[in-house]
């Protein structure tokens, strides 16, 4: 059995805890406040931006998870994360002499910097335009270059429970459809971002860098449609393209999840289809 420690562990990190401590492994969750933390998972109080709250990390450890996402939206606050959270939690392992034998960190396929719907997988280019892709980049530059066995996973838009912001749009009237060719989406549910990162912890020799996404990038509209279909509301308005986008429009690239397939890994929800419909039912 191994000791984990989940850094970040938010709502995915607890998710992926839980499951680890359930088949035996000792696992710390790692966040500002434990008061949430789930039973199972021993509690480590500390600030990934605050080297003194690092200076003391659970003893031994084999595996180590970065799960962490910035407190705001701003380039400080993914800079905070991404770059000054990821170098201080290394040199803290690094100074305490922790013999780690895998570290996985949660990048984003926002890395990226395709627009028009291209197909791309990891040895596509990563020219991201958003600071948030640029500081993800140098995160996984600075895990990938360490002396650590590291790998970086990146995922698409999470959803899942306490993630409804398409349904709720759906239900409230405010989504909409641009006019024009299809707006490609990439998505993965919680509970398979937590399986993947499971499953990439027990393979022998992990590769360096996957996709995580579900095996079918969808055209928005496509979505928004499906869901209002299930809940029995009309279809989203239409809308020129150039009015409907705002900073939240998808970046429109389809993302191949192959690599990850062929390391074995089984979704639970393949598709947003039996995602969202799981979701639905949670929420009826």
Known sequence: MARVLIAGCGDVGAELGVRLAAEGHTVWGLRRRCDTLPPSLHPFPADLTQTDTLRALPPALDVVFYTAAPSGSSADTYR??????????LAALEAQGHAVRRFIFTSSTGV???????????????????????????????????????????????????????????????????DG????????????????????????????????????????????????????????RRAPATASRTRSTPSNKRCNNRNLRAAGYVFRYPTFREGYAALLNTMA
């Open 80 to 89: 905070a994360t991404y770059v000054d959270g990821i170098r201080h939690l």
């Open 181 to 236: 060719p299809p707006v490609y989406t990439n998505r993965i549910h919680r509970d398979d971002c937590a399986g993947v990162l499971r499953h990439i912890m027990h393979l022998a020799r992990p590769d360096r860098l996957y996709i995580g996404v579900d095996d079918e990038p969808a055209d928005q509209c496509e979505v928004l449609r499906w869901l209002a279909l299930q809940l029995g509301l009309p279809p989203p």
């Open 112 to 178: 990226y910097g395709q627009t028009s719907g291209e197909w791309v997988d990891e040895t596509s280019p990563t020219e991201p335009e958003h600071f948030s892709g640029k500081e993800l980049l140098l995160g996984e530059q600075l895990v990938l270059n360490s002396t650590l066995p590291a790998t970086a996973v990146r995922l698409a838009g999470i959803y899942g429970p306490g993630r409804t912001r398409l349904i709720d749009s759906v239900r409230q009237g405010t989504a909409v459809c641009p």
